[in-house]
């Protein structure tokens, strides 16, 4: 039963430390602007995001800043395989932030 807590707190600790290096790598992308949207948005939720939208967001984060950036400002069609619910969550957070 010990091994479960610790397996547990190990877990937990993974979890923590993956939430800080997704937020960090949110808030330094190199372009600003993207640091302010995507480090903004990721401020916000990080905390209550699930395991899926983690995934998501790692994969988005792969995204060159300027294309994410074109996306944001509608000057290119987003692809399928990123217009997720995730990326619509994050360009309405825009919106209102604007």
């Known amino acids: ?3 479960r807590t610790v397996t547990s707190e190990s877990e937990r600790d993974d979890d923590n430390a993956r ?3 997704i937020l960090y790598r949110c808030q330094h992308r190199g372009m600003k602007e993207m640091d302010i949207l995507l480090g903004g948005y990721v401020g916000d939720n990080i905390a209550t995001m699930s395991e899926a939208d983690l995934a998501t967001l790692e994969l988005l984060m792969d995204v060159s800043d300027q294309d994410l950036f074109a996306w944001m400002i ?3 069609p987003v ?3 990123h217009d997720t619910e995730l990326y619509r969550a994050i360009a ?3 919106s209102q932030s604007s």
Do not use: H
Request: hydrophobic share 25%.
């Open 1 to 3: 039963m010990a091994d």
């Open 19 to 21: 939430r800080k290096r």
């Open 74 to 76: 509608g000057n290119k």
């Open 79 to 81: 692809p399928a395989e």
């Open 92 to 94: 309405a957070y825009r």
